[in-house]
């Protein structure tokens, strides 16, 4: 990974890589804490999308990107200010979530021969990191050719998890991709489960629901429920006959409301797919499609999975940048991940990470439109 390149001019050298990727990298001021900690945002621009990236969270707050007339337009639900992020902790707008992003049941697993018990934020589980997760901690920023690179350290018993782990994402444009690498070190063995929660609208992100746009997922199976906890059972099944199965293009609100148990415990779609494919190489695990502004989304990933999320329980509480409410079903998001809850089950694929490894994952979002 190509970093930034200090010396004498080594302000020059930075700008000179960046032109050379064709991307330009901004940095400014978009809040400061209540300790006085400053928290700048990060503009990514190629020809084709810009980016804005915020240290607390490591989170997305815009991403910009045309539609089939060439026009412009926000795709990522997100406030204009800090104090929203702070303040309303429950959506995860655009933020990377860890050290275990996702759900594990009652907080409680064995690692190591002994019994690990996070903290609880979801009902009687851990949900994205527990109560203090990754999205609530404002990350050390550091530009690098063509995007910028986000660290923090977590540390041993932090939320409960064992070791001191050291995280590292970093955003990059590829002419009209999006490129986020993760990376992590312990130094104890502990689980480690990274991704990014930002919620697409591909029409515009005030524009009303996602139920209209076309879903393609790349998977065979998914991981089933056992309750409204969303916790899996441990199963992993056919999405053959069932209202999971998007391996044709479907619009997402054609099934949505059918009576199926698995809908109605997640009030929508807020299931964990299973990408086909070797986890470990980087492959197509999804696209959408936007009928109205022509934009298409296609998700790669390194990851086993992708959590497929309708945005079930936006309610109109909260109040985007475009100063529009955001209404059940207003935005989607593709998380690429390890399965939910998975240090309980012995048949999913492990997230354990021990010292002296190094925890890799790549995912891609490019944008196009037709």
Same mark, same amino acid.
């Given at each position: 990974?190509?970093?930034?390149?200090w010396g004498?001019?080594?302000?020059?050298?930075?700008?000179?890589?960046n032109?050379?990727?064709?991307v330009?990298?901004?940095?400014?001021?978009?809040?400061?804490?209540?300790?006085g900690?400053?928290?700048d945002?990060y503009?990514?621009?190629?020809?084709?999308?810009e980016?804005?990236v915020?240290g607390?969270g490591?989170?997305?707050?815009?991403?910009?990107?045309?539609?089939r007339?060439?026009?412009?337009?926000?795709?990522?639900?997100?406030?204009?200010?800090?104090?929203?992020y702070?303040?309303n902790k429950?959506?995860?707008f655009g933020?990377?979530?860890?050290r275990?992003?996702?759900?594990?049941?009652l907080?409680r697993?064995?690692l190591g021969?002994?019994?690990?018990?996070?903290?609880i934020?979801?009902?009687?589980?851990?949900l994205?990191?527990?109560?203090?997760?990754?999205?609530?901690h404002?990350?050390?920023?550091?530009?690098?050719?063509?995007?910028v690179?986000? $660290?923090? /350290?977590?540390g041993? @018993?932090d939320?409960?998890?064992?070791? +001191?782990? #050291?995280?590292?994402v %970093?955003?990059?444009?590829?002419?009209?991709t999006?490129?986020?690498a993760?990376?992590?070190?312990?130094?104890?063995?502990?689980?480690?489960?990274?991704t990014?929660h930002t919620?697409f609208n591909?029409?515009?992100?005030a524009?009303?629901?996602?139920?209209?746009?076309?879903?393609?997922?790349?998977?065979?199976?998914y $991981?089933? /429920?056992?309750?409204? @906890?969303?916790?899996?059972?441990?199963? +992993?099944? #056919?999405?053959?006959? %069932?209202?999971?199965?998007?391996?044709?293009?479907?619009?997402?609100?054609?099934?949505i409301?059918e009576?199926?148990?698995q809908?109605t415990?997640?009030r929508?779609?807020d299931?964990?797919?299973?990408?086909r494919?070797?986890?470990?190489t980087?492959?197509?695990?999804?696209?959408v499609?936007?009928?109205?502004?022509?934009?298409?989304?296609?998700?790669?990933?390194t990851?086993?999975a992708?959590q497929?999320?309708?945005?079930n329980?936006?309610?109109?509480?909260?109040?985007?940048?475009s100063?529009?409410?955001?209404?059940?079903?207003?935005?989607?998001?593709?998380?690429?991940?390890?399965?939910?809850?998975?240090?309980?089950?012995?048949?999913?694929?492990?997230?354990?990470?021990?010292p002296g490894?190094?925890?890799?994952?790549?995912?891609?979002?490019r944008f196009t439109?037709r």
């Amino acid at each position: 990974m190509e970093g930034v390149l200090w010396g004498a001019s080594g302000f020059m050298l930075e700008a000179m890589a960046n032109e050379i990727a064709g991307v330009s990298v901004s940095a400014g001021l978009f809040g400061t804490m209540a300790d006085g900690s400053v928290v700048d945002v990060y503009t990514l621009k190629s020809e084709a999308i810009e980016l804005r990236v915020i240290g607390y969270g490591a989170r997305v707050v815009s991403l910009r990107t045309t539609d089939r007339a060439g026009e412009m337009g926000d795709v990522a639900l997100g406030y204009a200010s800090l104090d929203p992020y702070v303040n309303n902790k429950n959506a995860y707008f655009g933020t990377v979530p860890g050290r275990f992003a996702n759900r594990i049941a009652l907080g409680r697993f064995d690692l190591g021969g002994e019994t690990v018990q996070t903290t609880i934020n979801d009902g009687v589980n851990m949900l994205h990191g527990g109560l203090v997760g990754f999205d609530r901690h404002n990350w050390i920023a550091e530009e690098v050719a063509g995007g910028v690179q986000f $660290t923090l /350290v977590s540390g041993d @018993g932090d939320q409960g998890f064992p070791g +001191i782990l #050291t995280a590292r994402v %970093t955003y990059t444009l590829e002419g009209d991709t999006v490129r986020i690498a993760y990376s992590a070190t312990t130094d104890k063995l502990t689980v480690v489960n990274l991704t990014n929660h930002t919620y697409f609208n591909l029409a515009g992100e005030a524009s009303g629901t996602i139920l209209d746009e076309e879903l393609l997922l790349e998977a065979d199976a998914y $991981t089933p /429920v056992a309750s409204a @906890g969303a916790i899996p059972t441990g199963e +992993i099944v #056919t999405v053959e006959g %069932t209202p999971f199965d998007f391996r044709k293009p479907t619009v997402i609100g054609a099934r949505i409301e059918e009576k199926n148990e698995q809908l109605t415990f997640g009030r929508g779609y807020d299931h964990n797919f299973v990408v086909r494919g070797a986890a470990g190489t980087l492959r197509q695990a999804a696209e959408v499609f936007a009928p109205k502004s022509g934009r298409v989304l296609t998700v790669a990933t390194t990851e086993p999975a992708v959590q497929f999320y309708s945005g079930n329980f936006l309610d109109g509480t909260l109040v985007g940048k475009s100063g529009v409410a955001y209404m059940q079903r207003s935005g989607f998001c593709l998380e690429t991940q390890a399965y939910p809850d998975a240090p309980n089950h012995a048949n999913f694929p492990s997230t354990e990470l021990k010292p002296g490894e190094v925890y890799e994952s790549v995912t891609t979002w490019r944008f196009t439109a037709r």
